[in-house]
T-cell receptor
């Protein structure tokens, strides 16, 4: 069974631009979560989608948005990029939601904002 | 308030020794899940082990075991017979049950295995 895939793996953008990251979950997984990882802040939760609905959202500005499609694939979008958005963006999928659902992570997209 | 605390930013351990990575958590929920992940330098997060709050036995997965002490709100990861490939960042995480059930991660512990 294929793991979680994320595209692109690396991205360089300039301030003010927008970016869209894609995540394909493990087949059969219906929950997709997104995280931002930086050296200073560690792993921070962005949002979680289940059956095309956003279930949870972290403390990020509205410039960060996401969606999930009927095939469970998910995208996240960051508009008006800032230097501080440079980070590793990780996507994780799980079969369902709830405390006993372990998440399986993709390799991440490393975003650099110049 | 920080919900997951990993007090060891870095650790150095001799190969083949056992190592314990500390994790304490804070929750008022009775039902929750605890997870450990490994992140090698490549960046990918690898799921290691899960412990449910109602599980009476400590979870084990191969060389990994979770020392769960519910009253102390402690969920330490024990790696037996460490290997060079165990060098990585290790994250403890918790997921509560309920409306706000997002997974929260600790800051991590960087483990270095010495040959």
């Amino acid at each position: 069974k294929a793991g979680v895939t994320q595209t692109p793996r690396y991205l360089i953008k300039t301030r003010g631009q927008q970016v869209t990251l894609s995540c394909s979950p493990i087949s059969g997984h219906r929950s997709v979560s997104w995280y931002q990882q930086t050296p200073g802040q560690g792993l921070q939760f962005l949002f979680e989608y289940f059956s095309e609905t956003q279930r949870n959202k972290g403390n990020f500005p509205g410039r960060f948005s996401g969606r999930q499609f009927s095939n469970s694939r998910s995208e996240m979008n960051v508009s008006t990029l800032e230097l501080g958005d440079s980070a590793l963006y990780l996507c994780a999928s799980s079969l369902g939601v709830g405390a006993n659902n372990e998440q399986f992570f993709g390799p991440g997209t490393r975003l650099t904002v110049l | 308030a920080q919900k997951i605390t990993q007090t060891q930013p870095g650790m150095f351990v001799q190969e083949k020794e056992a190592v314990t990575l500390d994790c304490t958590y804070d929750t008022s929920d009775q039902s929750y899940g605890l997870f450990w992940y490994k992140q090698p330098s490549s960046g990918e997060m690898i799921f290691l082990i899960y412990q449910g709050s109602y599980d009476e036995q400590n979870a084990t997965e191969g060389r990994y075991s979770l020392n769960f002490q519910k009253a102390r709100k402690s969920a330490n990861l024990v790696i037996s017979a460490s290997q060079l490939g165990d060098s990585a960042m290790y994250f403890c995480a918790m997921r509560e049950v309920g409306r706000d059930d997002k997974i929260i991660f600790g800051k991590g512990t960087r483990l270095h295995i010495l040959p």
